[in-house]
């Protein structure tokens, strides 16, 4: 027969899981007897009387931690239960032997922990917490209690790459770059999200809660498991339904993404949205965000909070950029702004220290993120290319950067709310063709795969060959071999694919 109902404790529920409510039903002592046992007392796996003397009403959990009102202290101590001055596992001895034994195996196990991840790269990745769609709601509840005293926020998202660029005429390189971005933006979808919590000294949240004095998440209760820095956001995303780059694809899946896990348990868009807009680390002006060539990574966000495609106008973007993120620093941005301001000798500017110097140069005409890590010395945590990882490390160059660079102070005045792979003030290197404007070299769109070319008057335009590369959407009907399809990205404003294909549902 199933145990008395009470021996599991209370009906009602308390801590984390008030919401789910006992119903289970409550079974009689005759139930499910053997025939011919009519003439027997009914079994109980409570009546042994080192089982709280058969009362049907105890809650003895040998399983409850220490102290717990129905664990060992608390079930073994007391009238009715053991110690209750019997012999055996009865014994007051007995019972208190058992109370510090498992406090001694806690303790060992904790310390087992903290050696083995040496507190370094062990420790760090177990710090780095994937979200689905069934644990988004319980990591965006830690997410609100730490923001406020961890306001700074390094992020990275990975996209399924570019498959689209716009038409037409444009008014200047930013124009360009902007319709280059919402079109693509329109039309795929975030793969992953990464976000990193840093103090206004760039300290990471602690991991234990021996050190997390004043947080009252549930998270921070229980030491032996190392608590997040990283989040790494995994959404919604079907290698049948939805479109993208194929180069692109096969690059993330090298880097260990897996696109099955994100078509069956990824984080529904809109339910993320919802949670962002409460959740203090957006529409706050207190709220700094660090990023690295982040124009796109912007976007898709926005666009998630927005719950429909971006506006037409960049200047109309750029309102909703400054609403939901009011303080934005890009790294890209403030280094090229550095190099470029170090070869025009006519800009007065602050002569950089000898370590400074020594990176500018170091650096030369390389940009990446990685790049910058290894010239500054920072270790990646991680796997590179996923976003949780490139967060983190986006964060972490930020104050070296902040620290040897700009010698521990940063101009917002210049450098606040510029982002990179939007501003489009230069043509990019690789054109070919030469600007007599002053100003920032390289701007780019991201994972293009051909060529921004800008025209005698500095105004760019798209050409007819060097085609993006093959964006598959699959599972379609199919319209032809491809090419010019109007306008692609809502709201109006044309575009058009390079060669592409459609799979056959």
């Known amino acids: 027969m199933p145990p008395a109902a009470a021996r599991f404790g209370p009906q009602v529920l308390t801590g984390p899981f008030s919401h789910l409510q006992q119903s289970h039903p409550q079974y009689q002592t005759n139930q499910h007897q053997p025939p011919g046992s009519a003439g027997l007392p009914a079994p109980s796996f409570n009546s042994h009387p080192s089982f709280a003397q058969g009362n049907p009403n105890a809650t003895l959990n040998p399983f409850a931690p220490s102290g717990a009102a129905n664990g060992l202290a608390g079930g073994f101590g007391g009238s009715g239960g ?18 510090h034994g498992a406090a001694l195996q806690q303790q ?20 780095i917490r994937d979200v689905w769609q069934g644990n988004l709601a319980q990591e965006m509840h830690i997410l609100r209690e730490l923001v406020e005293r961890y306001p700074y926020i390094s992020m990275d998202t990975e996209f399924p790459g570019i498959v689209a660029r716009p038409m037409g005429a444009f008014t200047d390189r930013a124009d360009y770059h902007y319709q280059t971005l919402r079109c693509n933006v329109d039309i795929l979808r975030v793969i992953q999200l990464g976000v990193t919590l840093f103090s206004e000294d760039g300290e990471l949240p602690p991991a234990h809660a021996a050190d997390a004095t004043g947080l009252s998440s549930p998270q921070y209760q229980n030491s032996l498991i190392p608590c997040p820095c990283t989040w790494q956001f995994n959404f919604k995303f079907s290698l049948t339904d939805d479109m993208y780059n194929q180069d692109s694809i096969d690059f993330l899946a090298s880097a260990g993404l897996n696109l099955e896990m994100h078509d069956q348990n990824g984080i529904d868009p809109k339910d993320f949205g919802a949670l962002m807009i409460s959740s203090g680390l957006v529409l706050m002006d207190d709220v700094r965000w660090i990023s690295f060539h982040s124009g796109y990574d912007f976007g898709y966000l926005v666009k998630i909070m927005l719950c429909k495609p971006l506006p037409d106008d960049e200047k109309e973007y750029r309102k ?33 220290s000898a370590a400074a110097a020594n990176i500018i140069n170091s650096l030369g005409p390389k940009s990446g993120l990685q790049d910058l890590a290894d010239d500054l010395g920072v270790k990646r945590i991680g796997t590179a290319h996923q976003a949780g990882s490139d967060s983190l490390l986006t964060g972490k160059i930020f104050w070296e950067v902040k620290k040897i660079i700009f010698n521990g102070s940063i101009d917002d005045g210049k450098y606040l709310n510029q982002v990179w792979g939007l501003n489009g003030t230069t043509p990019a290197k690789s054109t070919g063709f030469s600007s007599s404007q002053s100003g920032i070299e390289g701007q780019s769109t991201p994972n293009l795969n051909g060529a921004t070319i800008y025209s005698s008057n500095g105004t760019p335009s798209t050409p ?23 306008a692609l990205t809502p709201g109006g404003g044309g575009g058009v694919f390079g060669r592409f294909g459609f799979g056959k549902g």
């Open 82 to 99: 053991l110690g209750g001055g019997g012999t055996g596992l009865a014994s007051h001895a007995a019972v208190m032997g058992f109370a």
């Open 108 to 127: 060992q196990a904790r310390e087992a922990l903290r050696r083995s991840s040496g507190g370094g790269k062990g420790q760090m990745k177990s710090r």
């Open 320 to 352: 909703l950029l400054k609403i939901f993120f009011p303080a934005i620093y890009d790294i890209k941005y403030m280094i090229k702004s550095v190099q470029s301001m170090q070869r025009n000798p006519e800009v007065n500017t602050p002569p950089l």
């Open 464 to 486: 007819n060959t060097n085609h993006t590369g093959v964006a598959i959407t699959p599972n379609h009907p199919s319209q032809g071999n491809g090419g010019g399809m109007g």
